[in-house]
């Protein structure tokens, strides 16, 4: 791991979570078995939900028995365990907050994720943005095998090798109270918003329908400069 602050701990990452599960797929179309209308958040969803873009997410039905093990909540992480590409590797995570599961209502994860569930939401926000930060290191290929041409991540193995840097309790309630706020604004709905009004207006603007003012620059470029000699 390298240095760490004198105090903390570096704890495996199985050991900092409640449990871990498999996710589902459901079906299309409710039966007598499949009733509860669910989002299902499949790998290629998380950097999109991230970002404030909820508009692919599939709605699908699953057994009720099932959604009570994986209903998300709050402290919740979902990670991609199979996919990938020789460029991009499993290990795409999502951690989850009150005001994401605001926008998708009741979710789960897809079949080719899995559900990390921590010991508190302290903890969750400490282990999703160790995901975030391993995966952009690319850390998480040594994680995955190759099987049938299909990239799989190896849960069991990171789980018990993957070391956290793990703070005194005091210091991780502190960091919990100043950086969940901004971790919830980013999830707001500002972005969603704006994704909307982007894939509504896009079309418009390449069909000719809607036009932006040829002076629309200049103007900008005159703000910027005035706003620029005033300071």
Wanted: contains cysteine; hydrophobic residues 35%; proline residues 6%.
């Amino acid at each position: 791991m390298g240095e760490i602050p004198g105090g903390w701990g570096a704890r495996p990452f199985g050991d900092l979570l409640e449990k871990t599960i498999g996710g589902d797929w459901g079906k299309e179309e409710p039966d007598e078995k499949h009733t509860e209308m669910v989002k299902i958040l499949r790998g290629t969803d998380l950097p999109n939900v991230y970002a404030g873009d909820d508009g692919k997410v599939p709605t699908r039905y699953v057994e009720p028995k099932k959604l009570k093990t994986r209903s998300l909540k709050p402290g919740d992480i979902v990670i991609e365990v199979s996919g990938g590409s020789k460029g991009q590797p499993t290990g795409r995570s999502l951690l989850l907050t009150s005001r994401l599961l605001e926008r998708l209502g009741t979710c789960e994860p897809a079949s080719f994720c899995r559900l990390f569930r921590p010991k508190d939401q302290e903890t969750g926000l400490l282990l999703g943005l160790h995901l975030q930060h391993i995966y952009s290191e690319g850390k998480t290929w040594l994680y995955q095998n190759q099987s049938t041409g299909i990239s799989n991540f190896q849960t069991k193995i990171f789980l018990e090798h993957e070391l956290v840097a793990t703070p005194p309790a005091e210091l991780m309630h502190g960091f919990y109270k100043r950086v969940i706020p901004l971790i919830i604004r980013i999830h707001g709905d500002e972005n969603a918003v704006l994704a909307e009004l982007r894939d509504s207006l896009l079309p418009k603007l390449l069909s000719g329908e809607l036009s932006v003012p040829s002076n629309l620059g200049k103007t900008a470029s005159e703000s910027l400069t005035a706003e620029q000699e005033a300071t």
